[in-house]
């Protein structure tokens, strides 16, 4: 579900924003973007309600990279603003490189938190988004969630 409308407590809305801001201090070019999703029937039909889904659009196709645009879903344990005033628990972050024509790769914090898919970005950028990935756990509250993740 887009971040922008899960933002339904101040404690949250911090959250995203901040979330927003450990990207681009790893990806200072990218620009972000809270609301990926289109507002449609069809849309909100799939929404979920334990996710937090934001974008980040570089200014170009980014050979590093492999990709245009950065969607990063976050899974939290239960759904943000229902009768909770703290910051939901993350479980678990999955970052696709997308480009106009489809998904270049993915990257998830379970497993061996390595990205798949048919054009692989540079260690670099992997190492890069592992980071940031870490950094979403201590943010959330999530580290000890990310330690058995990346133990498994």
């Given at each position: 579900?887009?971040?922008?409308d899960q933002?339904?407590s101040?404690?949250l809305a911090?959250?995203i924003a901040?979330?927003?801001?450990?990207?681009?201090?790893?990806?200072?070019?990218?620009?972000?973007?809270?609301?990926p999703?289109?507002?449609?029937a069809l849309?909100?039909?799939?929404?979920e309600?334990?996710s937090l889904?934001?974008?980040?659009?570089?200014p170009g196709?980014?050979?590093r990279?492999?990709?245009r645009?950065?969607?990063?879903?976050?899974?939290?344990?239960?759904?943000?603003?229902?009768?909770r005033?703290?910051r939901?628990?993350?479980?678990g972050?999955t970052?696709?490189?997308?480009?106009?024509?489809?998904?270049?790769?993915?990257?998830?914090?379970?497993?061996?938190?390595q990205?798949?898919?048919?054009?692989?970005?540079q260690a670099?950028v992997a190492?890069?988004l592992?980071?940031?990935?870490?950094e979403?756990?201590?943010?959330?509250?999530?580290?000890?969630?990310?330690?058995?993740?990346?133990?498994?």
């Amino acid at each position: 579900m887009n971040a922008a409308d899960q933002a339904q407590s101040l404690e949250l809305a911090q959250a995203i924003a901040a979330a927003a801001s450990l990207f681009r201090v790893h990806f200072p070019d990218a620009r972000a973007n809270l609301t990926p999703w289109r507002d449609d029937a069809l849309t909100r039909a799939f929404a979920e309600q334990e996710s937090l889904d934001l974008s980040f659009h570089l200014p170009g196709w980014s050979p590093r990279s492999q990709c245009r645009s950065f969607l990063v879903q976050l899974r939290l344990d239960g759904a943000p603003g229902r009768s909770r005033a703290e910051r939901p628990r993350l479980l678990g972050v999955t970052i696709r490189g997308l480009t106009y024509e489809s998904e270049r790769w993915r990257l998830a914090t379970v497993g061996d938190w390595q990205p798949s898919g048919s054009h692989l970005p540079q260690a670099e950028v992997a190492q890069k988004l592992q980071q940031f990935s870490r950094e979403l756990f201590d943010l959330f509250g999530g580290a000890e969630q990310a330690d058995q993740n990346l133990a498994a």
